[in-house]
């Protein structure tokens, strides 16, 4: 049974950083694609960065790149998102998800996302 926890969301100022933290169980980090999405009430569920097999390939959405960074440990089983700079319209609930595909143009599309966390808040005020 595949387990995905999400922490290190919380409270920032505009222009702060926070690095959020992935604990991964039941799944084979390294093989396929683990995205990082966001949502805000009212808004569909949005990819903001992805990272990929066990070179560790990266994405991110022109929303947040430069911004952003997903990474990956496989010996913690653990996948992170550096958020820099952050600003108020990245406020909203983060999660992380597991797929079973290698990188693709689809990684920011939900539904190629079979497993998913129970999310982290981020709230950044102005």
């Known amino acids: 049974q595949v387990q995905l926890v999400e922490s290190g969301g919380g409270s920032v100022e505009a222009g702060g950083s926070l690095t959020l933290s992935c604990v991964v169980s039941?799944?084979?980090?390294?093989?396929?694609?683990m995205g990082w999405f966001r949502q805000i009430p009212g808004k569909e569920r949005e990819g903001v960065a992805v990272v990929c097999g066990a070179e560790g390939r990266t994405n991110a959405a022109d929303s947040v790149k430069g911004r952003f960074t997903a990474s990956q440990d496989i010996d913690k089983n653990t996948v992170y998102l550096q958020m820099n700079n952050l600003m108020p319209e990245d406020t909203g609930m983060y999660y992380c998800?597991?797929?079973?595909?290698?990188?693709?143009?689809?990684?920011?599309?939900?539904?190629?996302?079979?497993?998913w966390g129970r999310g982290t808040q981020v709230t950044v005020s102005s």
């Open positions: 039941g799944y084979q980090l390294g093989k396929f694609c």
């Open positions: 998800a597991a797929s079973r595909n290698s990188y693709g143009g689809w990684w920011f599309r939900a539904q190629y996302y079979v497993d």
